[in-house]
């Protein structure tokens, strides 16, 4: 069964349908310059209606090791996303679980970039945009995915519309999506979640 991320929240009642839906995974953004950014006291907040076997990630992009630390603890997440030039050596120094985000490009080897993390969780493969770390809302081509034994989380462009699709075509391990599932910029819609995960389900 393919697992479900819905990731940018920053409302309880988002947080509460998500829940309710049975995502799999809901992801916070602690990343200043985009707009689904939280504060690690509005992430605690939301991180607290979370229950068991619900896992909490968050998303850096270039962060420090101590803010990552402290961010990682006092918001009780479960597992970090790092979305920016992060290092493996930089990765595996936090002694944290992760999961490294790609921007797929025709001229990336995807391949070597995940033999360059042995240790990570997974991999989230995303449409690359200059000067954008994710969240462009852009599908790639999904040609260019290698077969692999790597636990692939498939983003970029995803909705209620095409997720079965994106199963069907790319068999990942999960899928993760933010503004296909939006009303507005940071504010999710329960219609939209609803559908994506009877898509997913289905």
């Given amino acids: 069964m393919t697992r479900v991320k819905f990731c940018g929240f920053t409302d309880s009642v988002d947080v ?8 799999d ?5 602690f990343y200043s310059r985009s707009p689904r950014a939280v504060t690690i ?44 030039d992060e290092t493996p050596a930089f990765c595996e120094s936090l ?4 999961i490294r985000a790609l921007r797929v490009r025709p001229e990336l080897n995807i391949v070597n970039e995940m033999l360059r993390y042995p240790n990570a ?6 449409a ?9 809302g852009e599908i790639f081509d999904w040609d ?5 034994g790597q636990s692939v989380i498939l983003a970029g462009g995803l909705n209620p519309e095409n997720a079965k699709a994106a199963i069907k075509r790319v068999s990942p391990w999960a899928l993760d999506v933010s503004g296909g599932i939006e009303s507005m910029l940071g504010r999710k819609d329960p219609d939209k979640m609803a559908r994506f995960m009877a898509a997913c389900r289905s």
């Fill in 95 to 98: 002694k944290l679980p992760y």
């Fill in 41 to 84: 006291a509005l992430a605690r907040e939301l991180t607290a209606q979370v229950p068991a076997f619900v896992t909490k990630v968050g998303l850096f992009v270039n962060a420090e090791v101590d803010e990552v630390r402290e961010t990682f603890s006092s918001a009780r997440l479960n597992l970090i996303q790092f979305h920016g």
């Fill in 144 to 148: 260019l995915i290698p077969k692999t």
């Fill in 128 to 136: 690359y945009k200059e000067g954008t770390p994710g969240g462009t």
């Fill in 25 to 29: 995974a809901l992801g916070f953004v």
């Fill in 121 to 126: 969780s997974g991999f989230l493969l995303d």
């Fill in 16 to 23: 509460a349908e998500a829940v309710k839906l049975g995502a």
